[in-house]
């Protein structure tokens, strides 16, 4: 079976589209955005073609493009668009892929279905992206839990921004995840530097080979 990894954060704009930028490429896989809220500007799936150095064809298109950079069930309604959660099933690829949620885990996607109730029927493993900053503990414990209480498999806590060393092991401490690293943010950012942070900072083969 084709190996499949949701990538999710505690919150927006956290990170989590350079991480899975970098994972995709160190795994040489695909990437799929399911649901893309915002189109001013670069679009995530467009920040990962330029990051990950894929192959043409490897960033799958998304099944939802919305205008505004809203949560999607809000977006969605402002373009009279309807999300069939139906249609987020699961691509049968050739190689592993990267998915990435929009947002944290409770975004709604319409007014029944929130994104952790999806990643709850694909049962495919998680990576949470967690910032540094203050707030991060509460967010990430949270977060934590709400996978936990619907047996969503998490495979650990990628951390993304400068160093906060007693933040991250309270979280580890009083969790009982793992950390798999911890991303800084890069200037420049460019898919050399990318990759670079990313072989320094991950265990990426224990990434790519576990569930």
Same mark, same amino acid.
């Given at each position: 079976?084709?190996?499949?990894i #949701?990538?999710?954060?505690? &919150?927006?704009?956290?990170?989590?589209?350079?991480?899975?930028?970098? !994972?995709?490429? +160190?795994?040489?896989?695909? $990437?799929?955005?399911?649901?893309?809220?915002?189109? @001013?500007?670069?679009?995530?799936?467009?920040?990962?073609?330029?990051?990950?150095?894929?192959?043409?064809?490897?960033?799958?298109?998304?099944? $939802?493009?919305?205008?505004?950079?809203?949560?999607?069930?809000?977006?969605?309604?402002? &373009?009279?668009?309807?999300? @069939?959660?139906?249609?987020?099933s699961l691509?049968?690829?050739?190689?592993?892929?990267?998915i990435?949620?929009?947002?944290?885990?409770?975004?709604?996607?319409n007014?029944?279905?929130?994104?952790? @109730?999806?990643?709850?029927?694909?049962?495919v493993? #998680?990576?949470?992206?967690a910032?540094?900053?203050?707030?991060?503990?509460?967010?990430?414990?949270?977060?934590i839990?709400?996978?936990?209480?619907?047996?969503?498999?998490?495979?650990?806590?990628? +951390?993304?921004?400068?160093?906060?060393? &007693?933040t991250?092991?309270?979280?580890?401490?009083?969790?009982?995840?793992?950390? !798999?690293?911890?991303?800084? !943010?890069? &200037?420049?950012?460019?898919?050399e530097?990318?990759?670079?942070?990313?072989?320094?900072?991950?265990?990426?083969?224990?990434?790519?080979?576990?569930?």
């Amino acid at each position: 079976m084709t190996k499949r990894i #949701v990538i999710t954060g505690t &919150d927006t704009g956290i990170g989590k589209t350079v991480f899975s930028a970098g !994972l995709a490429g +160190f795994l040489n896989g695909f $990437y799929w955005k399911p649901v893309q809220s915002g189109l @001013d500007g670069e679009t995530d799936s467009e920040v990962v073609a330029r990051l990950a150095g894929l192959p043409p064809g490897r960033v799958l298109p998304e099944v $939802y493009r919305l205008k505004e950079p809203l949560s999607p069930h809000r977006s969605a309604e402002l &373009d009279g668009v309807a999300i @069939d959660v139906a249609r987020l099933s699961l691509p049968d690829l050739p190689g592993p892929i990267v998915i990435e949620g929009a947002g944290g885990l409770m975004v709604p996607l319409n007014r029944r279905t929130k994104f952790i @109730d999806i990643f709850a029927q694909w049962r495919v493993p #998680v990576i949470l992206c967690a910032r540094t900053k203050l707030g991060t503990i509460n967010h990430t414990l949270l977060s934590i839990e709400a996978l936990r209480v619907r047996s969503i498999p998490l495979v650990g806590i990628a +951390f993304i921004g400068d160093e906060v060393a &007693d933040t991250q092991r309270t979280i580890v401490e009083f969790s009982g995840i793992r950390q !798999l690293g911890r991303l800084p !943010l890069l &200037d420049p950012l460019t898919s050399e530097t990318l990759r670079e942070a990313m072989v320094a900072g991950f265990d990426l083969a224990a990434i790519a080979g576990g569930e």
